[in-house]
């Protein structure tokens, strides 16, 4: 079964220092792998995600993510955190293994990360 | 502007009385989800729908019912509620590709007494 974690409730950071937001998954086959950003009383935004191709992946509001295929990880990072990076985000992998076959897509979700950066 | 729009936002109720939360995307995509939001629990899938008349169960579908009549609204039916259902639901739709990313609406927050 496709799965994952993201090991760390919470993560505390301050303001101009590097982020790192912990994701590891489990999947059978290749990964589709996406993180979202929830901040107070909002939904969810999409950051980022990898599909194929470079390591390094680039999305918004200056994150990016590393997947690593031997340590099955897909870490969220920032070199500089800011105050308003201050949210809930969540690692997300594509469930391609579902009953309508591969465009079934279901996410499956990590149970989330508070992020917290203090000025 | 491309969006995800659920009614009500915050709706408070009484267990047994029947209710039910909209969502609409004007992005004619093909795929939609509800997912409900509990502490420490992440979101959880509930129903979703890969097309019109196409759904299915998420992990978490007991105590509720959709439908998809029309290729941009997915409401979610609460036929009876339990306080066990107080959460925040999102729903959520992406265009029929694997790899696309999903748009989220802004959440429902429901309170079941």
């Known amino acids: 079964a496709q799965s994952v974690a993201q090991p760390e409730d919470q993560v505390n950071v301050a303001e101009g220092n590097p982020l790192t937001v912990k994701c590891t998954y489990s999947?059978?086959?290749?990964?589709?792998l996406f993180w979202y950003v929830q901040y107070p009383n909002r939904g969810l935004q999409f950051l980022l995600k990898?599909?194929?191709?470079?390591?390094l992946v680039k999305g918004s509001y200056g994150f990016e993510a590393e997947f690593n295929k031997s340590q099955t990880s897909f870490h969220l990072k920032k070199p500089s955190a800011l105050v308003s990076d201050s949210a809930l985000y969540f690692c997300a992998v594509r469930d391609i293994s579902g009953r309508y076959g591969g465009s079934q897509g279901n996410l499956i979700f990590g149970k989330g990360t508070k992020l917290s950066v203090k000025p | 502007e491309a969006q995800v729009t659920q009614n009500p936002r915050y709706l408070i109720t009484v267990t047994g009385k029947k209710l039910t939360v909209t969502c609409s995307q004007n992005?004619?995509?093909?795929?939609m989800s509800w997912y409900r939001q509990d502490p420490g629990l992440g979101l959880r899938q509930i129903y979703y729908s890969m097309n019109v008349e196409v759904t299915d169960k998420g992990d978490v579908p007991e105590g509720y019912k959709v439908s998809r009549k029309e290729k941009r609204n997915f409401p979610l039916i609460l036929e009876s509620p339990s306080p066990n259902q107080t959460s925040l639901y999102f729903c959520?739709?992406?265009?029929?590709?694997?790899?696309?990313?999903?748009?989220f609406g802004p959440g429902t927050r429901l309170t079941v007494l």
């Open positions: 999947v059978s086959g290749n990964p589709y």
């Open positions: 959520a739709s992406r265009a029929d590709r694997v790899y696309n990313e999903q748009f």
């Open positions: 990898y599909i194929t191709g470079d390591n």
């Open positions: 992005m004619n995509h093909e795929y």
